[in-house]
């Protein structure tokens, strides 16, 4: 029950998306967000006494076994404490932004990515597979760009939103890399599995590289430096986003992944040394550079910088003390911040600047505001009686015991890091809400209505009850989750309380107050001091290298690919010629012991052609139709070699293909030029020749060498079966149609993609630019007669007789050498005939059948031929046969496997006819000439009428492709 | 006869790849279909060369060759021809769309028109 109950709290944020299609208006979609989170929230907290009584809540399914991926969840004292500050802050920033949108900002979109958000952040608290972890991880990084550029209009929150998400996506590649290794190493991927690992780990070789990753994941998110440039930049997002991603959510989920893994990652020197420097660092940077902003946000985000610094650096220090102090100030830190962004966000909405050079005073034109925001603040900087005074006085208590070279080391830094906290927390109180105002007298500022500072109210409450009554209010959430991060025995026993004694950290607080306020008269001379001297501007080199990054990447492109074909085929060629030839010489080689054919004459007299006709092509190619006809006499000597080796489907295949080839290029070639200009100097054809030549040799020899040896087929199972399974004796049709007739199938469905491709490419043609080089080609008449009687009465006579004999080939296809392919080629070259004898528009107008429903119809029938059988209970394309006696014919077969071939033969006439239909009639379209009316379609032109005389044949027209 | 075949499958891909790295379309589309022709050649061959046994069951067969090959490569023959028509068609309309039926981009480098 309570694990259904556990998935139902993942699930619900992410059915926000729902919201964001319904399009829902501003009202409505708050309500339907604060419904689900709510919902969501409520059944956390019903889970809590289970959680606290120590009880599992798992559940989890099987997504992909096979890489050790499942969808796996798991509740333990801190995922309970992180999904409940996500919710819990959730459901006040969903109040606060229904008051803070615009009514014409598109408060759908807004909350459904706030909601996906907020999903794919619990997905990361309560993941039990780090594969799934990952997953969730990334879809924060997806989420959270949305969010910050949610105002896409301004290239302000474009590029911040840009900047996070190449910051935080680097860092989920690096984590997912990390949690591959870290999940080989423990030999599972379930977080509750890692973590009984720990010792494993940590004496792993890998250890040192996966807590490298791991540390970039959490330190990209989490703002640390150097990746601390991000966040600030974050901060074009609306209000409501920063409140909620840099407060409690997003910039948190480092800081989680670092406490997740405590037990497994840390306790070593180096996760000491790296985690407490990197902290610390990051602590004292973003409190200095805090002190010189001037917009509130920005104060806000630095701030925020710090703090995060703050809690990495106590999980560093890697004392159970230390990791309860950094729990306690999540908490904290997430109730004051979030108030703050409100805050901000409060001002910004009533006086429209956050310049804070522009502000001041405001604590008497909006009194309600001002008290919530000045205690806000002075949590923010440590200040009794409220919660950030504790774990600051606790921070300082864990660092002035550690030892880091020297014993005063770490406690001095942090006793500045403090002083520069109160200072900046100053500034920002008394620039906005204390002092003179500078605000243009007819502004009229007051304080907004409950809904905008009600959340606000609801936080710093908190964080004044936290603060007086610490150990009821803190303590037992703080221990059990101090217990769940330790993961075992040890976690020490939280003691909260607002007065210590008089320790040593009173005084570093008391000096960091006094200090810090002091700090603060002098700080127009420190910036003055600061912008002297030159300082390094994140997002100028951030862009520096984005922009360097896409020059170079385009660079590279425009070297590798210049547009030219001929190019880019010399380096596919050059590659495998070169790789190849490595391969052959660092091997053994050889000729197989196969025997050899005996050589026969007439063989010896083909190879001879061929040779003359490769040299003949080579030569002189640049007379196209030349090369035409050589290219034609080679097809005919490839059928041949198919007949003699014992292949007369393949020959007959062959031969037909090479009819419609010839006819389908003589075509192309009465629009294209009719010479290639031949090539300038020797040295590209001796470089492509010899590119050629290597190219050869390879595969020639690599024939030779398989010819010649024996090789193990599986060919016995097809011989066997194709008449008992089959029902033909035809291995070859059996095996198309049959056997392998998916692939068939799939191979069809290819040549239909491809004739409507043509079909595409040439119907367009007939209009725009082509169109109109169309009507600036010359006829070129190379015979008087274009339609010759004789041809075409005998065409037409033969177009009976040659459907016949494709319906014969058809029919016997099954048994003896034929089949659907080869039969369409044949009616198909029956009916191009007709075109090439009487014209295009005649031929046209005469034909019953479209090919466009032949191609439709031969797919659809094959298609249906193969899910009959699952009618059948068999699988898709399962053939059957059965044998008719028919009067006069006598007994014959009929198999299924026929009605898939029928839809093989008319995918295949249906290509032949639309492509070579189609360039027939941009031809004619070139030719220009009036249809001529009469039976025959042949022109009968009048005795008495000059220009019937046949126009002589110019010669080769070469100018025409200029 | 293996020779032979082997030889003659060497050359018509020796004259295939030297015609596809010519400038214009044409003698590029005949390029591919040399390659087409070597390439369903060499396929065939991978199937061993036998005489007269083709791949038709009958009772007191003296044996038969490799049906597989020869079933692969019809296929291959008849997409061939697709391919062939599709970039016979695409060098035309580009001849149509340019005036220029060379293979490179006419945006980038120096234009066809120009080098004429």
Redesign the interface.
């Known amino acids: 029950m309570r694990n259904m109950v556990l998935l139902i709290i993942t699930i619900l944020p992410f059915l926000g998306g729902v919201v964001w299609l319904l399009g829902l208006k501003r009202s409505a979609a708050a309500a339907c967000a604060a419904l689900l989170s709510g919902t969501s929230f409520a059944l956390l907290l019903s889970l809590a006494p289970v959680v606290a009584a120590g009880l599992p809540v798992g559940a989890s399914w099987e997504w992909v076994p096979a890489i050790g991926l499942t969808a796996a969840f798991f509740l333990d004292g801190l995922g309970l404490f992180f999904a409940g500050i996500i919710l819990g802050i959730g459901l006040l920033i969903i109040a606060y932004a229904r008051a803070y949108l615009a009514p014409g900002e598109d408060a759908a979109r807004f909350f459904g990515c706030l909601l996906l958000f907020q999903g794919a952040m619990l997905g990361i608290v309560l993941s039990d597979n780090v594969l799934l972890l990952v997953v969730f991880w990334e879809l924060t990084s997806l989420s959270s760009f949305l969010l910050i550029g949610f105002w896409s209009h301004r290239p302000e929150g474009r590029q911040g939103a840009r900047m996070a998400l190449v910051v935080t996506g680097t860092g989920g590649l690096a984590l997912l890399a990390g949690m591959l290794l870290l999940g080989h190493v423990a030999g599972t991927y379930s977080v509750t599995g890692i973590l009984a690992q720990g010792d494993a780990v940590r004496a792993s070789p890998l250890y040192g590289i996966i807590l490298a990753l791991v540390l970039i994941g959490a330190f990209t998110k989490s703002a640390q430096f150097p990746f601390h440039f991000w966040l600030p930049h974050a901060m074009a997002a609306p209000t409501p986003v920063s409140a909620y991603l840099h407060s409690a959510t997003m910039v948190k989920a480092g800081v989680f992944l670092l406490a997740r893994f405590w037990p497994v990652l840390g306790g070593t020197d180096a996760w000491f040394v790296v985690v407490t420097t990197t902290g610390l660092i990051t602590m004292l940077v973003g409190a200095w550079i805090a002190l010189f902003k001037d917009d509130l946000k920005a104060i806000l985000a630095y701030s925020t910088v710090s703090h995060l610094g703050l809690m990495t650096m106590l999980l560093g220090f890697s004392t159970g003390f230390a990791v309860s102090v950094a729990v306690f100030h999540i908490l904290n830190h997430a109730i004051f911040k979030a108030a703050l962004f409100m805050s901000a966000g409060i001002v910004d909405h009533e006086t429209h600047t956050r310049d804070i050079r522009r502000l001041g005073g405001l604590a008497t034109a909006m009194p309600i505001c001002a008290t919530l925001a000045l205690v806000a603040t002075a949590a923010m900087a440590g200040v009794p009686p409220l919660n950030g005074f504790i774990s600051k006085e606790m921070m300082l208590e864990a660092a002035h015991g550690t030892n880091m070279g020297h014993p005063a080391v770490v406690g001095a830094l942090v006793t500045i890091a403090a002083l520069l906290s109160v200072a900046y927390s100053a500034r920002f109180a008394f620039g906005t809400w204390l002092g003179r105002s500078k605000l243009p007298p007819d502004a009229h500022v007051h304080d907004p209505s409950p809904a905008l500072w009600g959340p606000v109210a609801v936080l710093v409450a908190l964080a004044i009850a936290i603060g007086l009554a610490p150990q009821t209010l803190a303590a037992p959430l703080v221990q059990l989750v101090t217990g769940a991060v330790m993961a075992g025995p040890g976690a020490p026993a939280v003691k909260l309380s607002l007065w210590h004694g008089f320790t040593p950290a009173l005084a570093m607080s008391a000096v960091a107050i006094v200090g810090g306020l002091a700090l603060l008269l002098f700080q127009n001379g420190l910036e003055a001091s600061r912008n002297a001297v030159w300082r390094p501007d994140a997002k100028a080199m951030f862009d520096g290298g984005a922009r360097r990054l896409v020059a170079a990447a385009r660079r590279i492109g425009?070297t590798v690919h210049?547009?030219?074909?001929?190019r880019a085929?010399?380096a596919i060629?050059a590659t495998v010629v070169a790789v190849t030839a490595a391969l052959f010489l660092l091997f053994p080689h050889g000729e197989g012991d196969?025997p050899?054919?005996?050589?026969?004459w007439p063989?010896?007299v083909g190879?001879f052609a061929?040779?003359v006709s490769?040299a003949a092509?080579?030569v002189a190619?640049d007379n196209?139709l030349f090369?035409?006809v050589v290219?034609s006499v080679?097809?005919l000597?490839?059928s041949m070699?198919?007949l003699?080796?014992?292949?007369?489907?393949?020959a007959l295949?062959?031969i037909s293909?090479e009819v419609?080839?010839t006819i389908?290029?003589l075509l192309?070639?009465n629009?294209?030029?009719r010479v290639?200009?031949p090539?300038r100097g020797l040295g590209r054809p001796l470089r492509?020749?010899l590119?050629?030549?290597a190219?050869?040799?390879g595969?020639?020899?690599?024939?030779?060498a398989?010819?010649?040896r024996e090789?193990s087929?599986?060919?016995g199972y097809?011989?066997e079966n194709?008449?008992p399974l089959g029902g033909g004796?035809?291995?070859?049709n059996v095996?198309?149609v049959d056997f392998?007739g998916f692939?068939?199938f799939g191979?069809i469905i290819?040549?239909c993609i491809?004739?409507l491709?043509?079909y595409a490419?040439?119907d367009t043609?007939l209009r725009g630019?082509?169109a109109r080089?169309?009507e600036t080609i010359k006829p070129n008449i190379e015979s008087g007669d274009a339609h010759p009687v004789l041809f075409a009465l005998a065409t037409r006579v033969l177009l009976p007789l040659a459907i016949v004999v494709g319906v014969f080939i058809f029919l016997r296809g099954h048994?003896?050498?034929g089949g659907g392919?080869i039969a369409g080629?044949v009616v198909a070259i029956a009916f191009l005939m007709q075109y090439m004898a009487s014209g295009f528009a005649w031929a046209d107008r005469q034909r019953a059948l479209d090919p466009h429903a032949m191609l439709g119809a031969g797919v659809l029938i094959a298609g249906f031929t193969g899910i009959a059988a699952f009618v059948f209970g068999k699988p898709f394309l399962t053939s059957t046969f059965g044998y008719l006696t028919w009067p006069v014919v006598g007994k014959f077969e009929v198999a299924s496997a026929m009605a898939f071939d029928l839809g093989v033969f008319l995918t295949?006439v249906g290509?032949v006819m639309l492509?070579l239909a189609?360039?027939s009639r941009?031809e004619a379209k070139a030719e220009r000439r009036a249809v001529p009316e009469g039976p025959m379609d042949i022109r009968f032109p009048p005795m008495d009428e000059p220009d019937a005389t046949p126009v002589p044949a110019p010669p080769l027209d070469t100018s025409r492709?200029? | 006869m293996e020779l032979l075949l082997a030889s003659g499958i060497g050359a018509i891909t020796a004259v295939g790849l030297y015609l596809i790295l010519r400038r214009e379309s044409f003698p590029v589309i005949l390029g591919l279909t040399f390659l087409s022709y070597a390439v369903n050649l060499f396929l065939f061959a991978m199937g061993r060369l036998v005489v007269n046994q083709p791949p038709i069951a009958a009772p007191g067969a003296p044996g038969y060759t490799d049906p597989l090959p020869q079933a692969l490569v019809l296929t291959a023959i008849v997409i061939s021809f697709g391919m062939t028509a599709l970039i016979v068609v695409l060098a035309l309309r580009g001849f149509l769309e340019t005036g220029s039926d060379e293979v490179r981009d006419e945006t980038q480098g120096q234009s066809g028109e120009a080098e004429r």
């Open positions: 425009a210049d547009g030219e074909l001929s085929m010399l060629v196969r050899m054919l005996p050589v026969t063989a010896l190879w061929l040779m490769c092509m080579v190619h196209r090369a035409l290219t080679v097809g000597i490839v070699v198919f003699q080796f014992s292949a007369p489907d393949l295949t062959q293909v419609v080839a389908l290029l192309a070639l629009l294209l030029p290639t200009p090539a492509d020749g590119m050629a030549i190219g050869g040799l595969v020639g020899g690599l024939a030779y398989v010819m010649t090789q087929t599986i060919a097809f011989i194709s008449k004796t035809n291995v070859v095996i198309l392998r692939d068939t191979e290819v040549l491809a004739s491709v043509i490419m040439l043609a630019a082509a080089r169309l048994n003896q050498p392919f080629l295949v290509t492509a189609q360039i941009v492709s200029a």
